[in-house]
């Protein structure tokens, strides 16, 4: 019951936080300061097409992908004239590494460009050769994220990537060779599938056990309103009544093992990693670069262009390719805070109290009053501490959070005159 409320709620809330006016085309503010921030890069291009996936992708075109990222070199170049540095990395997709020559180029650029001290970057199993793995590590790359989904070859099959990807077992076995070769290797997961089952589930689990992953991410499935009513043809709807089940039995069988990085990410006890996916929680502000990127630099959210030829264009005459902005106001900016620094499990109190001038709390007091009467906290000073049934209620929120970012991302591709996905 508490979960349906936040779940409708939060869907109230991040569509209206998502809701960007038309007007004249955003600005980005300059910077002037040396905070920490991360530098997003979004690569749209994948071999395939997955149909459950909402994310800004389309099919490999090799002529326009090496366009693109000669486009995004520029893109670069822009923010640091603009006076950003970054000290953070994060490649995704898309599938970043299509095109390893170019990844590679473009990582070293970024590299020469900022201060960059840690790189993340996603691929999909195929791409785990030999010689992508130490091109990635001859590039810098400290952590790298490999989209499993499942090991079920049943629901590989019924979700498009057995034919792409390999079977369960081809994808473990890829997995075991690549151990090692980078500070954190993790494996990305996404559970609630339709007609995926709780011994499915569970044996995907023992896999990832026996595999002793150094990192798990394990995603509820989000998709977008679009996406989810194109993949009821081919994949069934949704069931949210028993995603709570399923997240608290993946909880169950890692924590044992595992610390919680965010309220769904499991980084290994020894060592502990501090490179999660969720890079909302390790800085407080990124920029988005790439077609359809978003970023958030200075209480403004931010979206590039979603017409990738546009995109090139713009930046071919050194104009930076937004599409649309909004300025956060003040309340918007703490509950932003309020919800992606207790998705990393905890929230430092006194930081964000001291930033928002004494404010933080006179502000959201009926947000935080409602959590703690559901169970959701526990305070040991400076820090707030989501509880396990915390922990479930913010994977609800950022759910809906990302549902959100996706639905805008389908009203950004209309707006460009794009056609709709289609499912595979």
């Given at each position: 019951?508490?979960?349906?409320?936040?779940?409708?709620?939060?869907?109230?809330?991040?569509?209206?936080?998502?809701?960007?006016?038309?007007?004249?085309?955003?600005?980005?503010?300059?910077?002037?300061?040396?905070?920490?921030?991360?530098?997003?890069?979004h690569i749209p291009f994948c071999e395939?097409?997955?149909?459950y996936c909402s994310f800004h992708r389309?099919?490999?075109?090799?002529?326009?992908?090496?366009?693109?990222?000669?486009?995004?070199?520029?893109?670069?170049?822009?923010?640091?004239?603009?006076?950003?540095?970054?000290?953070?990395?994060?490649?995704?997709?898309?599938?970043?590494?299509?095109?390893?020559?170019?990844?590679?180029?473009?990582?070293?650029?970024?590299?020469?460009?900022?201060?960059?001290?840690?790189?993340?970057?996603?691929?999909?199993?195929?791409?785990?050769?030999?010689?992508?793995?130490?091109?990635?590590?001859?590039?810098?790359?400290?952590?790298?994220?490999?989209?499993?989904?499942?090991?079920?070859?049943?629901?590989?099959?019924?979700?498009?990537?057995?034919?792409?990807?390999?079977?369960?077992?081809?994808?473990?076995?890829?997995?075991?060779?690549?151990?090692?070769?980078?500070?954190?290797?993790?494996?990305?997961?996404?559970?609630?599938?339709?007609?995926?089952?709780?011994?499915?589930?569970?044996?995907?689990?023992?896999?990832?056990?026996?595999?002793?992953?150094?990192?798990?991410?394990?995603?509820?499935?989000?998709?977008?309103?679009?996406?989810?009513?194109?993949?009821?043809?081919?994949?069934?709807?949704?069931?949210?009544?028993?995603?709570?089940?399923?997240?608290?039995?993946?909880?169950?069988?890692?924590?044992?093992?595992?610390?919680?990085?965010?309220?769904?990410?499991?980084?290994?006890?020894?060592?502990?990693?501090?490179?999660?996916?969720?890079?909302?929680?390790?800085?407080?502000?990124?920029?988005?670069?790439?077609?359809?990127?978003?970023?958030?630099?200075?209480?403004?959210?931010?979206?590039?262009?979603?017409?990738?030829?546009?995109?090139?264009?713009?930046?071919?005459?050194?104009?930076?390719?937004?599409?649309?902005?909004?300025?956060?106001?003040?309340?918007?900016?703490?509950?932003?805070?309020?919800?992606?620094?207790?998705?990393?499990?905890?929230?430092?109190?006194?930081?964000?109290?001291?930033?928002?001038?004494?404010?933080?709390?006179?502000?959201?007091?009926?947000?935080?009053?409602?959590?703690?009467?559901?169970?959701?906290?526990?305070?040991?000073?400076?820090?707030?501490?989501?509880?396990?049934?915390?922990?479930?209620?913010?994977?609800?929120?950022?759910?809906?959070?990302?549902?959100?970012?996706?639905?805008?991302?389908?009203?950004?591709?209309?707006?460009?005159?794009?056609?709709?996905?289609?499912?595979?």
């Amino acid at each position: 019951m508490i979960s349906s409320i936040v779940a409708h709620t939060s869907k109230k809330q991040f569509a209206r936080a998502l809701n960007f006016q038309d007007g004249p085309t955003p600005e980005l503010p300059a910077c002037a300061d040396d905070q920490p921030r991360l530098l997003y890069i979004h690569i749209p291009f994948c071999e395939e097409l997955c149909p459950y996936c909402s994310f800004h992708r389309i099919r490999l075109n090799e002529p326009l992908a090496r366009s693109y990222h000669a486009a995004l070199r520029r893109e670069m170049s822009l923010y640091r004239l603009r006076g950003y540095r970054f000290s953070g990395l994060y490649v995704g997709g898309g599938t970043p590494t299509v095109l390893m020559d170019e990844l590679a180029e473009t990582l070293q650029i970024a590299r020469e460009l900022f201060p960059v001290e840690s790189v993340s970057v996603e691929t999909n199993p195929n791409h785990l050769t030999d010689a992508n793995i130490a091109a990635l590590a001859q590039a810098g790359v400290n952590r790298l994220s490999v989209g499993v989904q499942t090991f079920d070859d049943g629901l590989l099959r019924k979700i498009a990537r057995y034919d792409k990807y390999g079977s369960g077992e081809d994808i473990a076995s890829r997995l075991r060779a690549a151990q090692g070769a980078f500070d954190t290797l993790n494996a990305d997961m996404i559970f609630n599938f339709p007609e995926q089952t709780a011994p499915m589930l569970e044996a995907d689990l023992a896999i990832l056990l026996k595999l002793g992953m150094q990192q798990i991410t394990f995603y509820p499935l989000m998709v977008s309103t679009l996406t989810r009513r194109l993949m009821q043809k081919t994949l069934g709807d949704v069931n949210f009544r028993r995603e709570k089940s399923f997240f608290n039995r993946i909880r169950r069988r890692l924590e044992p093992q595992y610390d919680s990085s965010s309220a769904w990410c499991f980084s290994r006890k020894s060592p502990a990693s501090s490179l999660i996916d969720e890079y909302v929680v390790d800085f407080d502000e990124y920029a988005g670069l790439g077609s359809g990127a978003i970023g958030y630099l200075q209480g403004v959210c931010y979206a590039n262009t979603f017409d990738i030829e546009r995109y090139i264009r713009d930046l071919t005459q050194d104009r930076l390719p937004l599409q649309a902005s909004r300025q956060f106001d003040l309340p918007d900016r703490m509950r932003y805070d309020f919800l992606m620094k207790l998705f990393s499990t905890r929230m430092n109190v006194e930081e964000l109290e001291k930033k928002y001038g004494g404010r933080f709390f006179k502000t959201l007091w009926k947000e935080m009053a409602a959590f703690i009467l559901a169970g959701s906290f526990r305070f040991f000073s400076p820090h707030l501490y989501l509880t396990p049934r915390g922990r479930y209620l913010w994977v609800v929120m950022m759910r809906e959070f990302f549902i959100a970012v996706n639905n805008f991302r389908d009203h950004c591709r209309r707006e460009a005159g794009l056609e709709e996905r289609a499912v595979e």
